[in-house]
């Protein structure tokens, strides 16, 4: 088995790589990044010698370099996790978010049609389906939730997702969709939420939360939604959306508080700033159809996997810190262009 991994230098999509060398032996993962700023080569630092896998710089939006290597790998599987995705990045530029999200999927839809693949999986996001009243706990969205985004970013996602359906439909391309809510873990960068938080926290700086920190997310282990993906794209119906949700719901606050304990700091440092246009109040996904169709569940609850991810940024800071001073853009040329 051969797969397209795209974006598989950024958060989500290196913890997949990472998890689909370790779970299987025979297949070979084709990494395909474009590495802008949160491209990360550091990511894949651990498996770049694995006889397995194989890292590919390009754009999913240039089609002849997409058709080009369709040609030369005639891969099986295409997981695109490729996407620009900073909320706030897409307030002030919205135009990159539609040429990625939007024209990139096209691209590789149209090559997945024109070379054959075994399945397209597109993993997109909650912040399709808009969000949730703080005073109804008991709404969740679910795959039959009408999409109503709030953002350029949202929006973008939500265009690619009907652009993915619409070639299920029209050119019978076998495809599957994952909306998945926030997650958190290994590799994350530095200008989300909980690893700004650990980071900042950690150097002393102010913890800059948005409004009163009501704001409400459903958090997912990264781990775990490796594990629904990998189940989706091997057994998952063809032309379905599956949600992929933690029941792990906190407030921001609440997020940078538990932070803020673990690391024995004070939350002197916490610092309320002026909220982002058109913020989401809550987002709460309902997994059901992926628990009954496929059996999965997420194994990581929040109390747990924070202190998971906080130990390993302590045992990691090389890696954020090259990030927050640049250095992770160098590494790309130390193994490539340099030799």
Known sequence: MKIIVTGGAGFIGGNFVHYMLKKYNDYKIICLDKLTYAGNLETLAPVMENKNFKFVKGDIADREFVYNLFEEEKPDI?????????????????????????????????????????????????????????????????????????????????????????????????????????????????????????????????????????????????????????????NGRVGEVYNIGGHNERTNLEVVKTIIKELGKSEDLIKYVTDRPGHDMRYAIDPTKIKEELGWEPETLFDEGIKKTIKWYLDNKEWWTNIINGEYQNYYKKMYENK
Request: glycine content about 6%; overall charge negative; charged content about 20%.
């Open 78 to 234: 295409i997981v695109n996790f490729a996407a620009e995705s900073h909320v706030d990045r897409s307030i002030e530029d919205p135009g990159i978010f539609l040429q990625t999200n939007v024209i990139g999927t096209g691209v590789l839809l149209d090559a997945c049609k024109k070379y054959g693949i075994k399945r397209y999986h597109q993993v997109s996001t909650d912040e399709v389906y808009g969000d949730l009243p703080l005073d109804r706990p008991d709404l969740f969205f679910t795959e039959s939730t009408p999409l109503h985004t709030s953002s350029p970013y949202s929006a973008s996602k939500a265009s690619a997702d009907l652009l993915v359906q619409a070639y299920h439909r029209t050119f019978k391309l076998p495809i599957t969709i994952s909306r998945c809510s926030n997650n958190y873990g290994p590799y994350h960068f530095p200008e989300k939420l909980i690893p700004l938080m650990i980071a900042n926290a950690l150097n002393d700086k102010q913890l800059p939360v948005y409004g009163k920190g009501e704001n409400v997310r459903d958090w997912l282990y990264v781990e775990d939604h490796c594990r629904a993906i990998d189940m989706i794209i091997h």
